[in-house]
């Protein structure tokens, strides 16, 4: 659908305009190295098919399965207690299973390869995955399954340690692990890192992008809905937005107290703040990754993002080396990084420069890449589950 929008501009859209041209051809040249690699599985799997469950044990399983996959749920009431969906993508037959009624031994496991989505974010949550990965455990024994892989909230601070002894490089039986946050034993072999996402949990849509999010002007030129904790960079940002009274040109609403339920209303007034404003504020948090980013892209509001490590275990692997939000900066998101919130004024001066085509432009290119990452997201995940899962040919 939203490449229909999107031609009915007569201009020729290239999503790569802004970019200097050895990044282009940096880029260029992964995406041909990727896709010969797809290819070059692709035609070893020819005549295999996996059948594959995945069993949605956190909120992050939404985000991967209506956001990512762009699969359905029945029934679609959101607190149903048993939801399922299907589909096939690859040589992958892929089931999905979620809701509170999804209990170990209390439902039919249909396939051989499982993908378990797990909260790990604080040790009650812990506490209740180990018991779903004994579970799959005592079905590995009873060869009832084949291979786990694990898709894990991670802990904000990146205090992971706990899931290591189950991965099978560290003698157990879970055969790969998507972790979010820049968790420091990512590897890109069997250990990966996996966004955030939106907040399912607090039933935050899928997001169509639509002719009028493209092309209307905002009444904002940014928004912040949020907590402010006491000594935190939150404090800074307001006290610089009240300064200069930018935070009349803002969708600024800010509370002392984090609220873990949002009513429709509240829901509703956040959605209207970013399509109604052309940036977004995203101040670090407990971790610099937070849902914001990704809510702010599926409504075409340009995240300015704090670009700054927070305290804990999260930072550089042995693969990245960019932290904070390693995998949005190596998958090339358009994003406007900021070291320090004092940056943030000429920001948004130059916004009030800003025609509305080039805004368009820059909408244009955050919702085609947000779109591409997701169906990078995806096709990595598939591949990497297939070259996993799937037996190789040995000659």
């Not at 990512?68 to 089931?95: C, M, N």
């Not at 992971?160 to 820049?182: E, M, S």
Request: net charge neutral; hydrophobic share 35%.
């Amino acid at each position: 659908g939203f490449t229909d929008h999107v031609a009915l501009g007569n201009e020729e859209w290239n999503p790569w305009d802004g970019y200097e041209k050895n990044e282009l051809a940096a880029s260029q040249q992964r995406y041909e190295a990727n896709l010969k690699m797809i290819k070059y599985v692709r035609s070893h799997l020819e005549h295999t098919n996996l059948r594959v469950q995945i069993w949605g044990k956190a909120a992050i399983g939404l985000y991967l399965w209506q956001h990512i996959f762009g699969g359905h749920l029945e029934p679609a009431d959101v607190t149903a207690q048993w939801r399922e969906g299907s589909q096939k993508a690859g040589k992958t037959y892929f089931s999905f299973l979620t809701g509170p009624s999804v209990v170990p031994g209390y439902f039919s496991v249909e396939a051989e390869h499982v993908v378990l989505v797990l909260n790990g974010r604080e040790p009650a949550k812990v506490a209740y995955a180990t018991q779903w990965l004994h579970y799959a455990q005592t079905l590995i024994e009873t060869r009832k399954i084949q291979h786990v892989a694990v898709v894990l909230l991670g802990n904000e601070q990146c205090n992971n340690a706990w899931i290591q002894p189950y991965l099978k490089r560290n003698g157990g039986f879970v055969n790969l692990l998507f972790v979010t946050y820049d968790c420091a034993f990512v590897n890109e072999e069997d250990i990966f890192q996996w966004p955030l996402g939106v907040a399912t949990y607090r039933n935050f849509p899928v997001v169509e992008p639509s002719w009028s999010m493209l092309r209307d002007p905002r009444s904002y030129l940014c928004n912040f809905l949020g907590t402010v904790y006491k000594n935190s960079s939150r404090e800074t940002l307001m006290e610089i937005l009240k300064q200069d009274g930018l935070d009349k040109l803002c969708w600024i609403a800010a509370r002392e107290q984090w609220q873990p339920q949002e009513t429709n209303e509240s829901l509703k007034n956040y959605q209207d703040a970013l399509l109604q404003s052309d940036l977004t504020l995203c101040p670090v948090g407990i971790n610099t990754e937070c849902y914001r980013i990704y809510e702010a892209c599926s409504y075409g509001s340009l995240p300015v993002i704090e670009d700054v490590m927070t305290p804990g275990d999260c930072g550089n692997s042995s693969m990245y080396h960019s932290a904070p939000l390693q995998l949005l900066k190596t998958m090339g998101a358009p994003f406007i990084f900021i070291k320090n919130w004092k940056e943030l004024p000429a920001v948004l001066e130059k916004e009030k420069k800003m025609s509305l085509q080039e805004k368009i432009q820059r909408r244009k290119k955050l919702l085609e890449w947000y779109r591409n990452f997701k169906a990078w997201m995806r096709q990595k995940f598939i591949n990497t589950l297939e070259n996993s899962f799937l037996p190789s040919d040995k000659g």
